[in-house]
């Protein structure tokens, strides 16, 4: 099988398995549309000082090209990227990117997906596969004043590798997944590091260990132990997941042990950095330095509120700080999928407006009125405890199957009684669960929970494993 034409949208996890798997299954005529200038999506743009993952990279990786050289068992960004770049030469998809090339809209033409890209230029495919992720788009809170701060202003997402802290004051706002990281990286060399913070963040300790060259030897000598390791850290997810997902034993266990890290670690700062919230209903961080850093005598923990940016710092409802470089460590719009590629359906019908009261897909997959649409890590696929690759790997297996159908068939479009039946049940499953308890990146700003998935991964695996045929017209 060569044809038909299809176009992923998208060079990081989600499109290079998605591409890579059509390709082994003998669709040959893949383009990947990327806007940046490599592979990589997050690992690429995400650069800040101690950026690293925080899923053990044995199951942070594709089960089909385990990697035997990882560093440690949190790599930092470089070896992830690294990997990501590996991994497009060694699946031969070098010829099907098309580099520093951002697609700006798509429309069904009844026949096919016409792409506009930008400068003008259109191009025609049978399918199209949107793989641009749920963090892609930075969020810089809207304070007053923000323009009049006269220093150096960042966001992790966008940062510059020539900023500089040493010896400089830095104001950090926010305490999530990137400033838990960032923080500790800085504070030897930053004279003095203040952190505003809305909302403690839950923690766990993270079991790091680095891999020698024994370790990696072993590793390509006895490929078992690379399974194993996989296998390992894949249950101790499923502890986690059932945390999350409310089995009582499994959450007083994992409170536990947040709650003695915070005992250990935080001591004079622990009434600070106590959540005051649902453990799991925002993302849980893995660190072994946060609260430690936060007890350093040159590094503040701000809780008050911010009233407005000033031309020298931030001034709170408590007291002004001075900075010399403010970094926004505020996360992303997961919730806005696509945005701002602009994508239209059969008969004139706009995904925006499809989803104006939040986004939903079958499976997190397809949306009816989009024929031969299949998006990678789409709406309700986040997973709150265990590795996002997991999910992209199904959702790619899935994919290709559909792809199979619409080359034996023709076109395929999700039933609308069939979308409608499994947004109903993810919104049911979500309305009981952890994530409504509090506001965060998971939710929209009508409260309807729209990334993250409400079970344990392997139900997602069995349930995407075959493409239902009766599931579409």
């Keep these: ?79 992830i990227l690294q ?20 697609v700006e809209a798509a429309a069904w033409t009844g026949a096919a997906w016409r792409l506009t890209l930008a400068g003008g230029a259109t191009a025609e495919f049978d399918i199209l596969i949107p793989a641009t992720g749920q963090l892609s788009r930075p969020v810089v809170p809207a304070i007053p004043g923000a323009a009049d701060f006269a220093g150096i202003v960042a966001h992790t997402a966008g940062w510059d590798p020539a900023i500089d802290v040493t010896g400089r004051r830095v104001g950090v706002v926010g305490t ?26 839950w923690t766990l300790p993270k079991p790091n260990r680095r891999y020698g060259r024994a370790r990696k030897a072993l590793n390509r000598r006895v490929p078992a132990l690379m399974r194993a390791a996989r296998a390992g850290t894949w249950l101790l997810t499923v502890v986690t997941g059932r945390a999350v997902t409310g089995r009582p034993i499994a959450r007083r ?8 890290q915070r005992l250990v670690q935080a001591r004079r700062l622990r009434p600070r950095v106590t959540p005051d919230y649902a453990m799991g209903c925002k993302r849980v961080l893995f660190t072994g330095d946060w609260y430690r850093t936060l007890r350093a005598p040159h590094v503040d923990l701000v809780t008050d509120d911010i009233l407005r940016i000033t031309g020298t710092g931030v001034q709170t409802a408590g007291a002004a700080y001075d900075c010399d470089v403010l970094v926004y460590a505020t996360g992303f719009a997961a919730t806005e999928f696509l945005t701002p590629l602009a994508v239209t359906g059969r008969d004139g019908r706009r995904l925006d407006d499809e989803w104006r009261d939040g986004a939903y897909a079958h499976l997190g997959i397809t949306v009816p009125g989009f024929p031969n649409l299949f998006l990678m890590y789409g709406p309700n696929t986040n997973t709150g405890n265990t590795s996002v690759v997991y999910f992209h790997e199904s959702q790619a297996r899935y994919i290709v199957q559909a792809v199979r159908a619409i080359a034996e068939s023709g076109p395929l479009e999700v039933r609308p009684d069939v979308a409608a039946a499994f947004d109903a049940e993810m919104q049911r499953r979500l309305a009981g669960s952890v994530w409504t308890g509090c506001t965060s990146w998971y939710r929209t700003g009508s409260g309807r929970v729209v990334t993250n998935w409400p079970g344990m991964a392997s139900e997602y695996r069995a349930r995407t494993a075959r493409l239902a045929r009766s599931d579409y017209r």
């Excluded at 266990?253 to 003695?260: E, M, N, Q």
């Design 253 to 260: 266990l994992v409170r536990a042990l947040s709650d003695g």
């Design 83 to 102: 990997y990501l770049r590996r991994c497009a030469d060694d699946f031969g998809l070098r010829p099907h990117l098309r580099l520093g090339t951002a």
């Design 1 to 79: 099988m060569t044809g038909p034409r299809v176009a992923v949208i998208g060079a990081g996890f989600g499109g290079i398995a998605v591409a890579h798997l059509l390709r082994r299954a003998g669709v040959t005529d893949v383009t990947i549309y990327e806007r940046g200038d490599d592979v990589g999506g997050v690992w690429r743009d995400n650069t800040y000082p101690g950026c690293a993952c925080d899923i053990p990279a044995p199951l942070y990786s594709y089960s089909f090209a385990l990697n035997p050289d990882w560093s440690q068992r949190f790599p930092p960004h470089g070896e």
């Design 176 to 201: 999530g997944a990137s400033a838990v990281q960032l923080v500790p990286a800085i504070a030897g060399r930053a004279a003095r590091i203040t952190v505003f913070q809305r909302s403690a963040p």
